[in-house]
Structures are given as C-alpha cells and as structure tokens.
C-alpha cells in the first residue's frame, strides 16, 4: 500500500519565478492538506482540500494556491516565489473529519524547495 | 489555536520510559491534544491524540491533567528508532495543525 507520494523531492529556483509541487494521497484517503517547514521550525499548515475544493485556510497569501483532482491527488502552487518561500512542503492525507476518524494525518517525505 | 509549551531537549536511556511534557494553559473546551514526531529528513509521524481522556495505543500513552492544561507524553520502553522531534500541537482541526519547535528527544544506548 503506497503512502503519501510527492514530487519533486528537489528542486532550485530563482526570485521571481512560479513553483508547482504534486501529491498523491494515501489509497483510500480523499483529504489533502499542505504544509511549509521552514528550516529550524515546525511544519505550519497553508491550507486543506477535499471534495475539490479549499476546505480550511492558514496564515499563507494568496501568492500560495492549490488544487485538487477528481482522483484526490493534489497541487501547490507558488507564484512570485521570494527568498523566504525557501522550505520543505509536506503534503498530508486522511480520511474527512466528519467520518470519525479524528486526528490521524500522514504525510509524505516533503518536496524541499530552495529560491535563490 | 491554542499554544504549547515544551522543553527543547530531552534524553533518555534506551529501555527506561520517556516522559514529554508539554504545557497548554490556554486550551479551549472544544481543542484536542495531537501529538506526532519527526525523524530527521522523514515527515512527520502521527502518534496519538485526545481530548480530554487518557488515551493508549501500540506506540504511546497520553496522560492529559483533569484541567487540560498540560498533558504527558509516554514512550514506555525507548529505543533508538524513538530519537526524533516530538511536536505537540493543540487544534480543534485535525487538519490545520500549526506544530511549534517540538522536543528533541535523543535516545542513548
């Protein structure tokens, strides 16, 4: 059974630019959410998907958006990309709140970005 | 969300329990307690969560105060594998967890 898949798992890019990340969720599950971690800190969430559309929302702007397919999987978009955008971006599954299956969220190893 | 407290480092021998604490004055009635670790270059791991019960599973125990304000993690028999970052994180969403700098726990033989 495949986890969380992401890819790249690298990738360089310039000031300026626009970045595309992509995830496959765990089989069986249809709630993706993003998260950025910067170097030194904790994961902070940027925002959740499920049935398509952008469920929950944290404290990211609007330069960060997404997108979710009809087979689950699921984008991060960058765009204007700065200096500081430099971090690792998980991607997590699970199964939707509202089925009782609280909490568990799994992630995949990350796709590491660096700006310059 | 409400915000956690841990200390930044911790070790442990390998075998003995491993006791994380973390403080969260400010919890509200509604905000569970979640805890996950990271081991270096992994994404994070889930490891159990609660509201206001104790709570047990194959890789832990949670022991939250009859106040919520503070909860402990228990790793009962530690071992190497268990050396990483533990993160807990108080949210009323299962999605939107917004982890703080964690514990690292190092593990010795």
């Known amino acids: 059974d495949a986890g969380v898949t992401q890819s790249p798992t690298h990738l360089i890019k310039t000031r300026g630019q626009q970045v595309t990340l992509r995830c496959s969720p765990k089989s069986g599950h249809d709630t993706v959410s993003w998260y950025q971690q910067a170097l030194g800190q904790g994961p902070q969430f940027i925002f959740q998907?499920?049935?398509?559309?952008?469920?929950q929302r944290g404290n990211f702007p609007d330069r960060f958006s997404g997108h979710q397919f009809p087979n689950y999987s699921s984008e991060l978009n960058v765009n204007a990309l700065l200096l500081g955008d430099s971090a690792l971006y998980l991607c997590?599954?699970?199964?939707?709140?509202?089925?009782?299956?609280?909490?568990?969220?799994?992630f995949g190893e990350g796709s590491r970005l660096t700006v310059l | 969300d409400a915000k956690t407290t841990q200390p930044t480092s911790m070790d442990c021998a390998e075998g003995r329990a491993a006791n994380l604490p973390c403080n969260h004055s400010t919890i509200s009635g509604n905000e569970y307690v979640y805890w996950y670790r990271q081991i270096h270059s992994q994404g994070p791991q889930y490891i159990i969560h609660?509201?206001?019960n104790n709570e047990t599973n194959e890789m832990a125990s949670l022991i939250i105060t009859e106040d919520r304000k503070s909860s402990t993690l228990i790793l009962p028999h530690a071992t190497l594998r268990d050396t990483a970052v533990y993160y807990c994180i108080v949210s009323n969403s299962g999605y939107a967890l917004n982890f703080g700098k964690g514990t690292s726990l190092l593990v010795t033989p």
């Open positions: 998907y499920y049935e398509e559309e952008e469920r």
């Open positions: 997590a599954s699970s199964l939707p709140w509202k089925r009782g299956k609280t909490g568990e969220l799994f």
């Open positions: 609660g509201l206001k």
